[in-house]
């Protein structure tokens, strides 16, 4: 069954060249892009969608994304757009979402009977962190980009939890469950099965309210936002896995990414002061715009387990829908044998972690 979905699939680059030959003067019209030089950005893994840079002298440049795989629906789309909308409307430091000329969020063409959903965004101002070489603004100590990136999502979860969709994203348990584990994950893997689906039915028990539990970006890092680095705004983008969830797991995002500021220390003493260290600053930046209790705190070992699991689903839904061989690299392999052993914290203060080849571990078959 699986193969013969494939099938009928478009990949990157049948999509492009529909793009190309045929669409982009709709969606030029749809959006009033005349005049604008539309670039293709080029895929990274894993990527969902299309996506261009539309750049013209005297306006403001923009973000068109396209998106072409059957895994989502027109309400997932609605419903992303209007909570970017509104975290933009209330203050939240976000690329704005820009309506066509009809008036709409989103808009949707067919062609020869595959769907395409097209949103424009405003580009954010600034640069990717990697594309500044990983070094911060002149003049300003790292510790303010730390706090800046927790207290822009402090805001943005702050916002949320006054939010009221009309169009309702999936939760947290709808894409995360036994039954999408089981049929997802080879049988080969039965140890891992395991051990995710204990990691779901510790998160059945915990409390989910108003202050806990809401819409997430669901994917906040340094590869989805923009830095100014004149003035260290941070502008973030890339909703498409957003869903409602408990906010620390956008703060346990932000933790694992963290470990690539001291991946190569050998002293996992060293690393562990620095992870200390650098969180509090995170964490003093996320209070500043909204409460965490330190019963949720309390979890974060436990998020960064399921941020893992995130990883591991990740991985071989790109197997899947690319129709690739299914097989564990040495990164997955090491996501996993975290997870089947109960190896906190990444294993980054770990026997199992080698600063000589950060977050390996040997190949295993399927």
Same mark, same amino acid.
């Given at each position: 069954?699986?193969?013969?979905?494939?099938?009928?699939?478009?990949?990157?680059?049948?999509?492009?060249?529909?793009?190309?030959?045929?669409?982009?003067?709709?969606?030029?019209?749809?959006?009033?892009?005349?005049?604008?030089?539309?670039?293709?950005?080029?895929?990274?893994?894993?990527?969902?969608?299309?996506?261009?840079?539309?750049?013209?002298?005297?306006?403001?440049?923009?973000?068109?994304?396209?998106?072409?795989?059957?895994?989502?629906?027109?309400?997932?789309?609605?419903?992303?757009?209007?909570?970017?909308?509104?975290?933009?409307?209330?203050?939240?430091?976000?690329?704005?979402?820009?309506?066509?000329?009809?008036? #709409?969020? %989103?808009?949707?063409?067919?062609? @020869?009977?595959? +769907? !395409?959903?097209?949103?424009? /965004?405003?580009?954010?101002? $600034?640069?990717?962190?990697?594309?500044?070489?990983?070094?911060?603004?002149?003049?300003?100590?790292?510790?303010?980009?730390?706090?800046?990136?927790?207290?822009?999502?402090?805001?943005?979860?702050?916002?949320?939890?006054?939010?009221?969709?009309?169009?309702?994203?999936?939760?947290?348990?709808?894409?995360?469950?036994?039954?999408?584990?089981?049929?997802?994950?080879?049988?080969?893997?039965?140890?891992?099965?395991?051990?995710?689906?204990?990691?779901? #039915?510790? %998160?059945?028990?915990?409390?989910? @309210?108003?202050? +806990? !539990?809401?819409?997430?970006? /669901?994917?906040?890092?340094? $590869?989805?936002?923009?830095?100014?680095?004149?003035?260290?705004?941070?502008?973030?983008?890339?909703?498409?896995?957003?869903?409602?969830?408990?906010?620390?797991?956008?703060?346990?995002?932000?933790?694992?990414?963290?470990?690539?500021?001291?991946?190569?220390?050998?002293?996992?003493?060293?690393?562990?002061?620095?992870?200390?260290?650098?969180?509090?600053?995170?964490?003093?930046?996320?209070?500043?715009?909204?409460?965490?209790?330190?019963?949720?705190?309390?979890? %974060?070992?436990?998020?960064?387990?399921?941020?893992?699991?995130?990883?591991?689903?990740?991985?071989?839904?790109?197997?899947?829908?690319?129709?690739?061989?299914?097989?564990?690299?040495?990164?997955?392999?090491?996501?996993?044998?975290?997870?089947?052993?109960?190896?906190?914290?990444?294993?980054?203060?770990?026997?199992?972690?080698?600063?000589?080849?950060?977050?390996?571990?040997?190949?295993?078959?399927?």
């Amino acid at each position: 069954m699986q193969a013969k979905e494939n099938m009928n699939m478009l990949n990157f680059n049948e999509v492009v060249k529909i793009v190309d030959a045929y669409l982009l003067p709709s969606i030029s019209e749809l959006f009033g892009l005349e005049g604008y030089e539309i670039q293709l950005i080029p895929a990274h893994d894993g990527g969902r969608n299309v996506v261009y840079t539309c750049e013209k002298e005297g306006a403001d440049a923009k973000i068109l994304r396209i998106a072409f795989l059957p895994d989502r629906n027109r309400e997932d789309f609605l419903a992303e757009v209007e909570y970017i909308r509104y975290l933009f409307e209330h203050g939240g430091s976000v690329s704005n979402v820009v309506s066509s000329r009809k008036g #709409n969020l %989103l808009e949707e063409i067919t062609h @020869n009977e595959h +769907t !395409f959903y097209i949103c424009l /965004f405003e580009k954010a101002k $600034g640069k990717m962190l990697a594309e500044n070489n990983y070094r911060y603004r002149e003049g300003a100590p790292i510790t303010e980009y730390y706090y800046n990136s927790g207290k822009v999502l402090g805001k943005m979860h702050q916002i949320s939890k006054g939010y009221t969709p009309v169009h309702r994203r999936y939760s947290f348990f709808d894409k995360y469950n036994a039954e999408y584990i089981d049929k997802l994950i080879p049988g080969s893997l039965s140890p891992l099965k395991e051990k995710l689906v204990e990691l779901l #039915n510790t %998160l059945k028990g915990l409390d989910r @309210n108003q202050e +806990t !539990f809401g819409m997430v970006h /669901f994917d906040y890092s340094d $590869g989805n936002y923009m830095i100014d680095f004149e003035t260290g705004q941070i502008t973030v983008y890339d909703f498409d896995n957003s869903c409602f969830c408990w906010y620390i797991y956008d703060l346990a995002n932000l933790w694992t990414h963290g470990v690539g500021w001291i991946q190569f220390e050998p002293d996992a003493g060293k690393r562990k002061n620095f992870m200390d260290d650098y969180f509090e600053t995170v964490l003093a930046g996320y209070r500043s715009e909204t409460e965490i209790e330190d019963s949720m705190l309390d979890t %974060l070992p436990l998020f960064i387990q399921v941020t893992l699991m995130e990883n591991v689903v990740d991985a071989f839904e790109v197997m899947r829908n690319n129709g690739e061989e299914l097989e564990c690299d040495e990164e997955l392999s090491y996501r996993i044998k975290c997870l089947e052993d109960d190896i906190p914290y990444l294993g980054f203060f770990h026997e199992i972690y080698s600063c000589e080849g950060p977050f390996e571990y040997e190949e295993r078959n399927i």
